[in-house]
Nanobody
Framework: QVHLVESGGGLVQPGGSLRLSCAASGSSFSINHMAWYRQIPGEQRELVAGITSGGTTNYADSVKGRFTISRDNAKNTVYLQMNSLKPEDTAVYYC??????????????WGQGTQVTVSS
């Protein structure tokens, strides 16, 4: 069974930094796309950052210049470095990993979510 284990969340002051990690295990398939989403209760889950198998990244406008997504293929892990954190960054953060079983078959998985709270 596939497991996505997130870590790195917590309480941080405005202007501080956190690094989120998401490690995947239990699948023999290769990893295609990896991403981070976040969600505030009562609001829609939104894309924060994504990274392709080739290393191309994309970011939400609200986090550009502050967040950096990266991946370690050897460890089947995706990271989100979060700098200059703002109170509005407070949310539950979810990692997303899409596995590729074939050229036409993909399996998406979500992490359990990790709370990030930015407050003084």
């Amino acid at each position: 069974q596939v497991h996505l284990v997130e870590s790195g969340g917590g309480l941080v002051q405005p202007g501080g930094s956190l690094r989120l990690s998401c490690a995947a295990s239990g699948s023999s398939f290769s990893i295609n796309h990896m991403a981070w989403y976040r969600q505030i209760p009562g609001e829609q889950r939104e894309l924060v950052a994504g990274i392709t198998s080739g290393g191309t990244t994309n970011y939400a406008d609200s986090v550009k210049g502050r967040f950096t997504i990266s991946r370690d293929n050897a460890k089947n892990t995706v990271y989100l470095q979060m700098n200059s954190l703002k109170p509005e960054d407070t949310a539950v953060y979810y990692c997303y990993i899409k596995f590729r079983a074939s050229t036409v078959t993909f399996y998406p998985y979500w992490g359990q979510g990790t709370q990030v709270t930015v407050s003084s």
